[in-house]
């Protein structure tokens, strides 16, 4: 099996950057180059080149680079100045998925026990094996919030202990509904061990809702929606306004189904979402109660980085800390991650890494705020082979200056390959 290598290239200018590319197309095609990863010595500088490949295609690629042919070498730019601050987003509970992030589980090392850690912690609470419900079984049960919850938690907390042993540290979070348990966690706001107990017990509370409930987006502005509410309705709630164009609608089903009507007449589409209750709705106000008071026992602090509250709209003060009773409203209230969203982005962040099942807030960021906004990458994506999107999200954050430690990256990638799977080029 060819073995797949990494090259990051970076020189003062673009005629250095050829320049050492030919070198190192010289060393792919002679077999020279040392196993997963390689990089020119004593180049330093603003251009930066990202490829990755079998030696053969890397001589092929960097080849055709050096001589200015058109090529496909998956990154290239120019960073300026230090490594900037890598903004952390976390996917809210939707776009969890049956299987998701299995082919990491079976080849890091490092996700493979952070998520064992969570799926420990949470498992007096879901009477089984948290890796069992989300593997063993092909994924039975995921979309049940017991299992969801904590699967995508876990997934989330694996993905960050992935990055930072690879170098990406956070220097500020936002998460999207669900996802501010892992953005708390990884802020140092609550305690990994005990954000995993909180979900927990978040989840088998809402277990004991009424499954009457739905949610769906609409794709439209949330006066769109309100006017085609035709009049008060205690079992519906807008939930969320993610984008100008998007509008999470929430409550019991029948109300919900007959809102999307109303709205298909007026040519806005909607979808509804894979969720198992009506989260951030009068529905959940029965468990409320008893989850502030779970949520009581937990230690709280004042997140270490700056964290962009989905509950508030806006960048916390640093004398604001993640209580019991914001978890509580973190439950019931609208996302305002439109808002969360704008302020970390009025801030001056301008790499933006996602982590969670798929790319829906990299992607909806980058459309919100247009072109040149930033740098917008994922972790994973349904139906892509995980290390492929890994590795070119990897790419992207070096060619735009943020330091990664390739020497982990490669061992993670010799790990996959002493395990015989076919590597993703």
């Known amino acids: 099996m060819n073995e797949l290598h990494l090259v990051t290239l970076s020189a003062p200018n673009e005629s250095e950057l050829r320049r050492s590319a030919g070198a190192m197309a010289s ?10 990863a390689a990089e020119a010595p004593g180049q330093a500088g603003r251009a930066r080149l990202f490829a990755r490949g079998t030696a053969p295609e890397l001589a092929s690629k960097l080849r055709s680079f050096a001589v200015a042919e058109p090529c496909d070498v998956h990154w290239r730019g120019a960073a300026d100045g230090d490594s ?5 987003l976390f996917t809210g509970q939707s776009d969890h998925h049956p299987g998701m992030s299995r ?3 079976e080849t890091s090392a490092t996700f493979r026990r952070a998520l064992d850690r969570c799926s420990k912690r949470v498992e007096r609470y879901l009477g089984d094996s948290l890796t069992a419900a989300m593997f063993d ?12 919850q904590p699967a995508l938690f876990a997934v989330q907390w694996a993905l960050a202990e992935l990055w930072r042993s690879w170098g990406v540290r956070p220097a500020a979070v936002c998460g999207h509904s669900f996802g501010e348990y892992a953005a708390a966690a990884v802020a140092g706001a609550i305690r990994p061990d005990d954000a995993m107990t909180l979900v927990a017990q978040r989840s088998h509370l809402t277990g004991q809702l009424s499954p009457s409930g739905c949610m769906a987006v609409a794709f439209g502005s949330e006066s769109d929606v309100l006017e085609a509410v035709d009049q ?5 709630a807008v939930a969320a306004v993610n984008a100008p164009d998007v509008t999470v609608v929430s409550g019991e089903s029948h109300a ?8 298909a007449d007026r040519r806005i589409r909607t979808r509804r979402l894979r969720v198992s209750h009506a989260f951030h709705s009068p529905l959940v106000e029965p468990i409320l109660d008893s989850f502030e008071a779970a949520a009581r026992t937990v230690p709280h602090t004042r997140p270490e980085v700056p ?5 508030e709209g806006r960048l916390l003060r640093d004398d604001e800390v993640l209580d019991a009773r914001y978890w509580r409203r973190q439950l019931r209230d609208r996302v305002h991650f439109l808002d969360a969203l704008s302020a970390i982005h009025s801030a001056g962040y301008r790499v933006f890494l996602e982590l969670g099942p798929h790319r829906s807030l990299a992607q909806l960021g980058r459309r919100v705020f247009g072109p040149g906004s930033g740098v917008w990458v994922s972790s994973l994506e349904r139906g892509r082979d995980d290390w492929d999107v890994l590795l070119d999200s990897a790419g992207a954050l070096w060619v735009a200056g943020v330091d990664l430690d390739w020497r982990a990256v490669a061992a993670d990638l010799a790990n996959r390959a002493s395990r015989g799977e076919r590597l993703a080029v």
Do not use: H, N, T
């Open 27 to 36: 060393l792919a095609a002679s077999g020279s180059l040392d196993a997963a």
């Open 84 to 88: 900037p601050a890598v903004a952390v």
């Open 103 to 105: 082919q990491l589980y």
């Open 137 to 148: 079984r092909g994924g039975d049960g995921i979309d049940q919030a017991s299992c969801a």
């Open 232 to 236: 008060p309705c205690e079992a519906l």
């Open 256 to 263: 919900v189904e007959e809102l999307c009507a109303r709205l």
């Open 307 to 311: 964290y962009a509250s989905s509950v």
